[in-house]
């Protein structure tokens, strides 16, 4: 199942940049038992790509706007909607970073 999300923002992209670090930390201290930050890496200055249990994503952020696409495995298809507003709620603390 494919999932994507656009969200605008007026955001420098060196702030954009640390706030995506910032949230991979407090995910990865949160559950450290996943090994996050083992699974996702810069491939760009502008661009995140990562996997995990059949899953796989990519982040890109230019001067406007923030894009997720998501390639999320079968078993997760009934978490949908709970994936959907996960990262609609992050795409808004993004944008709204400072």
């Known amino acids: ?34 090994g996050l930050a083992e699974h996702f890496r810069w491939v760009t200055d502008r661009s995140v790509s990562g996997s995990y249990k059949g899953g796989s ?8 706007e923030i894009r997720v696409a998501l390639e999320v495995p079968f078993f997760a298809r009934p978490f949908r909607g709970r994936i959907e507003d996960f990262v609609r709620r992050e795409l808004d603390l993004a944008a709204a970073a400072t």
């Open 57 to 64: 994503g990519t982040l890109s952020v230019d001067e406007r």
């Open 1 to 34: 199942m494919k999932l994507t999300f656009t969200q605008p923002h007026t955001v420098d992209l060196v702030t954009l940049k640390a706030h995506a670090q910032r949230r991979l930390t407090h995910y990865a201290e949160r559950y450290p038992h996943l």
